[in-house]
């Protein structure tokens, strides 16, 4: 069987022009925002009409000598079996957006919620860099080694990602699923899927309604899809 993950990051927020660390601030989605989500759902739909067909004949089968996919496995073709968001606002408006097409509830997990960047939570950029300029550096440098003075360092917001993560794929083997959740997390768990090293996070980019695709196949996670930007 092949376990299928839309991991998702929630549309853009209220502000957010002004490019400020929200972390654990809980800030609704901006009207934009809701827009990049629908046009998310829209791709998911028509991703999961074909989804079926592209994994039976996919050289994968051969690779992982697992010939079963959702086909096979009684899950049925062109809808998720379930959505889970984080515990902010603009995580579960977004997941309530995806789920709705297939008529499901979405299912909050709080350890799915984005890091707290402690005092710099609210500031912009060029704030923290005025402000912080020797502590902003080592943390861009190093986001493994340094944190945001009084938030959360990485391995705790991998610790607590990592375990949600897997908790909810060992309920899901052959399923169609999606995670919303934020930049950060999002980034952490694709470093922890490709092997990358936690210092690495920041080489990969997750915009706003970005959508990414990982097939679980019995060998090792693939990734099919990163950081698709659906809307304009």
Known sequence: MVTTLYLIRHG?????ALKRYLGSMDIPLSEKGVQQVRDVSAFIREDLKTLGVAQHSSYLNEVHRAPHTGM???VKEGTLQAVYSSNLSRAIKSGQIVAEPYALQIIVVPELRE??????????????KETYPSEFESWAGNPLKYSPPGGENTMEVHERVIRALEMILSNHGGDRIAIVAHGGVNRIILCHLLG???ENI???EQNHGAVNI???????PVVKLMNRVIHE
Do not use: A, Q
């Open 12 to 16: 853009e927020t209220e502000g957010s």
């Open 72 to 74: 096979e496995s009684g």
């Open 115 to 128: 890091r707290s960047f402690g005092i710099w939570e609210g500031m912009t950029f060029s704030e923290i």
């Open 196 to 198: 990358i090293p936690l």
């Open 202 to 204: 920041f080489r990969i």
């Open 214 to 220: 990982i097939e679980f196949w019995e060998k090792y």
